[in-house]
């Protein structure tokens, strides 16, 4: 099973920007899918999940960014809008083939694949 995340590049403050993830293997079906980003020296950040039918968000997100799911086709994308200096860090695509309990799924051990990352720099 791979995850590969595209979508990243430089964009200006304020803009937007969509990173999509596709998950190969034929019978792969993760009950979860979702996004991370890390920073230099930081740990990795929760984002966004979808489980099952619920989306979550971290704090980072909220208002800005929307997940979504296309369970067919295997993939899970992130809308990023008004973006700026401060999302400029690396973004990680993250599944999980069993769902967990609402606490634990913005851990990053609770993931079982991810994806290689992609860097996303908004300029000021």
């Known amino acids: 099973v791979q995850l590969q995340a595209s979508g990243g590049g430089l964009v200006q403050a304020g803009a937007s920007l969509r990173l999509s993830c596709a998950a190969s293997?034929?019978?792969?079906?993760?009950?979860?899918m979702g996004w991370f980003r890390q920073g230099p020296g930081k740990e990795r950040e929760f984002v966004a999940v979808?489980?099952?039918?619920?989306?979550y968000y971290g704090d980072s997100a909220k208002g800005r960014f929307t997940i979504s799911r296309d369970n067919a086709k295997g993939t899970v994308s992130l809308q990023m809008s008004n973006l700026g200096p401060e999302d400029t860090v690396v973004y990680y695509c993250?599944?999980?083939?069993?769902?967990?309990?609402?606490?634990?799924?913005?851990?990053?051990?609770?993931?079982?694949?991810w994806g290689r990352g992609t860097q996303v720099t908004v300029s000021s």
């Open positions: 993250a599944a999980r083939q069993n769902r967990v309990i609402t606490g634990a799924l913005r851990r990053p051990d609770v993931y079982d694949y």
């Open positions: 979808r489980s099952g039918a619920m989306t």
């Open positions: 293997g034929s019978t792969f079906s993760p009950y979860m």
